[in-house]
């Protein structure tokens, strides 16, 4: 049986949870939905208060008659952590506060001279260190993105080609530089999380997030749990064959799901060089979308390779949404819709689901980032 401490220990993490991802709730709201009585709720909410983890305050006026509730609120400098997504391209870092709340950021450009694993964190550390110092916090974890295959017990980075990176132990170094806990992730399981918990994927069990940047990566939420699979490998949905006899992959395979849908086959359908930059992607999809016809014509391989690689997705893990990210967004809404309805027909899981859900993004370049973030509070819930 438990202690009466270890009792009050869960209830104060599953109530700052609670707020913390689903923003002010009044304290009746908080007893409904934790299934705890008002003095338990009381009791917590006080205690919170006193340590100014939590404030009340009276909703803004409304047209509701009596007496209005308090809302109970994160108070955003209580727990602070460092967010960090790197990139093949640039390197983003963020303090984010309770409840979610990017208090600050920074981000730079990475190249061939900057990009080594030395390189970037001794640049993680200097940054962090006077942005924290210009908003007078102390971040008390840290979560990390990496477009690679990342071991999670310890943040070792097994290998991440684009980057260049093998067998690096990127958990264990920047632990130790910055004096707290990070944790590393893969990518796009990171872009998974933070849509199943903040983006379009909220209160939907069973996701896919597939992503495009230089490579194309895939996370998995699986009756609300991330599928992380025997050491956190797993997700490499980029590595998917699906033109056996197709361009040659940097992971030594042909065909990979990536080589016909990345940010290079992009270049290539748009008549773009493809090292052009992602600025110039981005425009050109964008005037694309205005000319339905043209973006049908000149995106028409690309979709249909997109296609492929979806029904493949639905059919093995049958997720009742799957959310494209990165340059996935930019689909003009034509190609997309043409896609979406490909996949409900060829897929038969999706039939018989009655038609698989596919939309964009609902935190864009921030879903990474954000994912980051969660994680790194999953480290200290119970502690603050």
């Known amino acids: 049986m438990a202690r009466p401490d270890e009792v009050r220990r869960y209830n104060r993490a599953s109530l700052l949870r609670l707020l913390h991802l689903g923003g002010p709730s009044t304290r009746a709201e908080l007893a409904t939905e934790l299934g705890l009585n008002r003095s338990t709720i009381k009791a917590l ?25 308090l809302l109970v609120l994160p108070q955003p400098e209580a727990a602070v952590v460092l967010a960090v997504d790197i990139q093949v391209e640039h390197v983003a870092l963020a303090l984010v506060g ?25 640049r993680i550390v200097e ?48 632990s130790a530089a910055l004096g707290v806990r990070a944790v590393v992730g893969n990518d796009a399981e990171l872009g998974a999380l933070a849509e199943h918990l903040r983006g379009a994927a909220r209160e939907v069990d069973d996701v896919v997030f597939v992503s495009a940047d230089i490579g194309v990566g895939g996370g998995v939420i699986a009756q609300g749990t991330a599928l992380r699979g025997t050491t956190g490998y797993v997700g490499e949905l980029g590595h998917m064959v699906v033109r056996p006899q197709g361009r040659e992959c940097y992971c030594g395979s042909r065909g990979c799901w990536e080589t016909e849908v ?123």
Do not use: Y
């Open 127 to 174: 940054s962090t260190a006077p942005l924290a110092a210009d908003l007078g916090v102390r971040p008390v974890a840290c979560g990390v993105s990496v477009p690679g295959v990342v071991r999670r017990l310890d943040g070792h980075v097994h290998e991440a080609p684009n980057l260049r990176w093998s067998d690096v132990a990127l958990g264990e170094r920047l």
């Open 45 to 69: 909410v006080d205690g919170l208060a006193e340590s100014g983890v939590v404030a009340e305050r009276v909703p803004r006026p409304g047209r509701q008659a009596g007496r209005p509730s």
């Open 262 to 384: 990345g940010e290079a086959a992009f270049c290539r359908a748009l008549g773009l060089p493809e090292d052009s930059p992602r600025g110039a992607v981005v425009v050109e999809l964008r005037t694309l979308a205005a000319d339905p016809d043209a973006a049908r014509r000149r995106l028409g391989e690309l979709a249909e390779w997109l296609t492929l690689g979806l029904v493949n997705v639905v059919n093995v893990l049958g997720p009742e949404l799957v959310v494209l990210g990165d340059l996935f967004t930019g689909l003009p809404d034509a190609v997309l819709k043409d896609v979406v309805s490909r996949v409900r027909q060829r897929s038969m899981v999706s039939r018989a689901m009655g038609g698989v859900r596919v939309e964009r993004s609902a935190l864009g370049r921030d879903a990474k980032l954000l994912g980051a973030a969660e994680v790194a509070f999953e480290e200290i819930m119970d502690t603050v």
């Open 98 to 122: 309770l409840g979610g709340e990017i208090l600050g950021r920074n981000s730079w450009k990475l190249h061939s001279r900057t990009r080594a694993p030395g390189e970037v964190l001794t």
